[in-house]
């Protein structure tokens, strides 16, 4: 499981985005966004490495196409298109806020300890989600992309693992992260933990960045997902970028299990990864509780039952998923 993240651990290999680093790309800001997408994409498929940084790298590309994105934000696929130089988005993100940052102790236990900073915004509305503070609210601080990077070197003297980005989301924030790393010379892996509501320019972004994607796959049914997150043609977007993320990385997947939600969720969840991703680990999540706006919805102001956690665990056997 995560053999790639394991060996960049153990310093076997690299991560992602040190390989970026190195990876050169000529280019003019004067270029039109085709063009800078046609050098991406040619950059990614050849993987030219470099023995010494170049001038101009693969990252540098990346943070000039995530800039013009931002100015025209197409980021998530709620595409509200704002120039969040000015203005939030949908997701109530302007300028990237770190809510907090921390070794997190609490995640699976490969990835522990785990430096996650959470990003203030969301691009879903979860009327069911235990961090609404900084989800549905703007909180926190800036932080400047140089001082966000010492800090991730501190926490690495403090033990931690990896970089895990998380929120909220970390989507509308991806231009402060590609920032980041851009300062950044750690040997650390880079954790993409999200909903997965992302464009397909943004994953084409993550390409060569992130080495494993901590993907949320919440609901099976779309008018689930539109009902509880207002998130729009759900399934669609969420199976598309998880076999982006395959593709490019490792993943593991993280499934909530709601309560009333097992036949419309839970299980449809379970056929298309046993069909589509069986390699993929996944944590079948039995601690939900009934947060910030759930207790106004009769279906879902509960916790759990044994019943509807048995049902989901039993079918995921069944079907031979791979569960930590």
């Not at 235990?130 to 800090?151: F, H, L, V």
Request: neutral net charge; aromatic residues 8%.
């Amino acid at each position: 499981m995560l053999s790639h993240y394991k060996n960049i651990c153990k310093l076997e290999e690299f991560p992602a985005y040190l390989i970026t680093k190195y990876i050169p790309v000529k280019f003019s800001k004067d270029e039109s966004t085709k063009q800078l997408w046609e050098k991406h994409n040619t950059a990614i498929a050849e993987k030219k490495i470099s023995e010494e940084l170049p001038h101009s790298s693969l990252l540098d590309l990346k943070i000039e196409l995530a800039s013009r994105l931002y100015s025209n934000c197409s980021l998530c696929e709620q595409n509200c298109n704002v120039n969040r130089e000015h203005v939030k988005g949908y997701c109530n993100v302007s300028t990237s806020r770190i809510a907090s940052e921390f070794l997190h102790t609490g995640e699976e236990t490969i990835l522990v300890p785990s430096h996650t900073i959470f990003f203030s915004g969301c691009t879903f509305k979860c009327i069911f989600c235990q961090n609404w503070d900084i989800s549905q609210y703007q909180s926190g601080r800036t932080i400047q992309p140089k001082d966000m990077a010492q800090r991730i070197s501190d926490r690495m003297k403090n033990g931690s693992r990896n970089v895990n980005w998380v929120g909220g989301d970390p989507t509308p924030n991806i231009l402060f992260i590609l920032q980041t790393l851009k300062h950044l010379d750690e040997h650390i892996p880079q954790i993409w933990n999200s909903n997965m509501y992302c464009s397909i320019q943004t994953m084409m972004l993550l390409h060569g960045i992130v080495d494993v994607y901590l993907a949320d796959y919440k609901f099976g049914r779309d008018a689930c997902a539109e009902n509880l997150s207002k998130a729009k043609h759900y399934n669609e977007i969420i199976t598309r970028n998880i076999k982006m993320a395959d593709s490019q990385a490792e993943v593991l997947i993280r499934h909530l299990i709601i309560p009333n939600h097992i036949s419309c969720c839970s299980l449809p969840i379970l056929h298309w990864i046993g069909t589509n991703l069986s390699h993929a680990p996944i944590n079948i999540m039995d601690q939900y509780q009934p947060c910030y706006k759930a207790k106004e919805n009769p279906l879902i102001n509960r916790t759990i039952t044994k019943n509807e956690y048995e049902t989901v665990m039993t079918e995921a056997k069944r079907l031979g998923i791979y569960i930590i």
